[in-house]
């Protein structure tokens, strides 16, 4: 099993950028597929990204396409979402998440879950 802890979220301008991080514990995290969700009030979780588990392919939402890159660091068990040119619809809780399926835009083929970190962005 893994555990997994996102930090990096906060208030940011729109138009600014944000660099969030998942550490991950227990196995490493190169055994699996990675991805980010985000889940606004009053709205059902959605996907954001996810990455194979060399990180040689990679696969994005539209919404966030040409503004957000995911990468992993397998050497140091950890994933990262870089946000850049964020509007106030990026707002919401992001969750990172680990799978033995690749690429997946699907929650269920995800097994294990972070705690999320709440990402604000003003107008």
């Known amino acids: 099993q893994v555990h997994l802890v996102e930090s990096g979220g906060g208030l940011v301008q729109a138009g600014g950028s944000l660099r969030l991080s998942c550490a991950a514990s227990?196995?490493?995290?190169?055994?699996?597929?990675m991805g980010w969700f985000r889940q606004a009030p009053g709205k059902e979780r959605e996907f954001v990204a996810t990455?194979?588990?060399?990180?040689?392919?990679?696969y994005y939402a539209d919404s966030v396409k040409g503004r957000f890159t995911i990468s992993r660091d397998n050497a140091k068990n950890t994933v990262y979402l870089q946000m850049n040119s964020l509007k106030p619809e990026d707002t919401a809780v992001y969750y990172c998440?680990?799978?033995?399926?690749?690429?997946?835009?699907?929650?269920?083929?995800?097994?294990?879950w972070g705690q999320g970190t709440q990402v604000t962005v003003a107008s």
């Open positions: 990455i194979s588990r060399s990180g040689g392919s990679t």
């Open positions: 227990g196995r490493t995290v190169s055994s699996y597929a």
């Open positions: 998440a680990a799978s033995t399926l690749t690429l997946s835009t699907i929650p269920r083929a995800y097994d294990y």
